[in-house]
Structure formats: structure tokens, C-alpha cells
């Protein structure tokens, strides 16, 4: 192991919860070098939180411990995992669709269910609540230092039984691709679709050309535009609308130097789809 914890949270910053899932974690080894994805996922939004660390892990050295806690059901009956991701590195997280993503795109070679009689902060038994404290970070941390190994997690669990969040997918249609608003790229408000590049380029698009672009929210057309695809910002006027390829690979819509959910009031999820054809 290569003793990097990463930790990803719906906690937000405002009280001393990751700051506790830190001292447990050093509390294993002070030799951890924990760092953060990111702890801003909205409060029990499981599918961004399967999004956000598919958008990242792959840039991480190979060994790497994530945890990630979004976790609406805790203290209920659902498993607490860890999976090994085919890019050599691991997930610790609650098995509630968290992993959908990353089993979709980067592949899971095994997962594990953790044994909280061996894999749990001792006198910890009665706290029901905080399992990113007591279970989570203790387990990763123990998992990073070298302290267990993957087998020493708990008993194997099959990949297929995995619990997954519905993905939105994507589909050709006449003249070109019709897929939905995935996820909003943070503080841009650029929307994130589920319609990979290499779908995109099976339509025959290339850079420079202007498509019919149009979004609709539960079936009522709400935005209808000529967009240029293009390869940066810099390709189109400022206030000027432009799709481009996000760095997850897949298309994307922005306004350059400005804020495209905000502009149209535009979310996310199955419910927002979008589709861009010739």
C-alpha cells in the first residue's frame, strides 16, 4: 500500500466530523498521508457521490484507500464494503450505490464485506451513527498502512450483488444522441451528460460544427439552441454557449465565462434530457 487515504463526504466543513475520521485514521499510523475529494456532496446524494469518485480515481497511483460516506442509511441493515477496483485501487463505503460508477467504468475486481468485529474502532460498539468515524476511516486506514491486507477486511461478497443507482444512459436518434443531465460541474454550473465521447463521435460530429441542441425537463422543451462544439472555451464568444468534452470524457454544455444551470434554470438527474443532432 502506498499509505494515501483520500475521504469524500456529504459532512460538509462546519464541525469537527472529518476532523475526527482524521484522528482515527492517524490514530492507525501517523505515517497516512490523508487528503480530500471532496466533503461538498449534497446531503445523501449517493449518485454524485458514485460520480465523484469515478471521476477521480483513475488519477490517483495505483493502491490508494478511498472512503467515501454518503451514507442515508445508517445504522440499518446495509453492508459496509470495500471493493478493489481493477486500477489497483480501493473503496471503503456503505454498499448503497456508491460504487455504481466506478463498476460501470473502471471495473471492480473483488469486493469484500468489512468484519467489524476485527475492522472497528474499539469502544465504538454503541455508536450507531458515525460509521464514517468508527468504520469507514479506521478500516482504510488500517487498509492504507499495510496494517490488514484485502483479505483481511471480511468475507468476499460477488461483485454482481452489488447495490447500484440507476444510470441514465444514453441513445442514437435520427441525426444524432439523446442522453440526460448527469451532474453539474461544481461552481461552473456546466452540466455533465451521460453521453460518453464515444457515442458522440459514432454520430460523425467534429470540432467546428453547430448543433441542434435541445433540453427538456419531464418532456416540456425548455431550452432550444444552435451550439458549436468545440475543443476549449476560448473557441466561442464570452456569454456563448458551447459543448465540449469534460475531462470524465463525456459531453458537456456551458456558457464560456459564465453559469449555464443558473442562466436556464436547469438540474440534473433522469428526469433533464438533453439531445444535440445536426
Known sequence: MNKLLVFQSDFGMEDGAISAMEGV???????????????????????EASYR???????????????????PGVGSNRKSVVAKLKN???????????LTHVN?????????EIDETKNRLKGSSESY????????????ARL??????????????????????????CNRIEGGVEGAVD??????????????????????????????????????????????YETSFSKVDISDPI?????????????NQGNFSKAYGIGTGSNWTITMKK
Open 183 to 228: 451532474i453539474l460541474d461544481g461552481r461552473f454550473g456546466s452540466l455533465w451528460t451521460s453521453i460518453p465521447r464515444s457515442m458522440f463521435d459514432e454520430c460523425g460530429f467534429r470540432y467546428g460544427d453547430v448543433l441542434e441542441t435541445e433540453i427538456y425537463h419531464d418532456g416540456k422543451k425548455v431550452y432550444s439552441k444552435k451550439v458549436k
Open 88 to 98: 489497483g485501487s480501493y473503496i471503503v463505503t456503505p454498499d448503497n450505490g456508491t
Open 129 to 140: 451513527t458515525f460509521h464514517g468515524r468508527d468504520v469507514y476511516a479506521y478500516t482504510g
Open 144 to 169: 492504507a498502512a499495510g496494517v490488514i491486507d484485502f483479505e483481511g477486511v471480511g468475507p468476499e461478497l460477488n461483485v454482481k450483488d452489488i447495490q447500484k443507482v440507476k444510470l441514465f444512459g
Open 25 to 47: 485514521s492517524f490514530g492507525v499510523s501517523s505515517e497516512l498521508n490523508i487528503r480530500h475529494l471532496t466533503h461538498n456532496i449534497p446531503a445523501f446524494n449517493i449518485f
Open 53 to 71: 469518485l469515478f471521476q477521480t480515481v483513475n488519477y490517483w497511483p495505483e493502491g490508494t484507500v478511498f472512503v467515501s460516506i454518503v451514507d
Open 243 to 255: 459543448i465540449y468534452m469534460n475531462s470524465a470524457n463525456h459531453m458537456a454544455l456551458a456558457i
Open 104 to 112: 460501470e467504468f473502471v471495473g471492480i475486481e473483488a469486493v469484500r
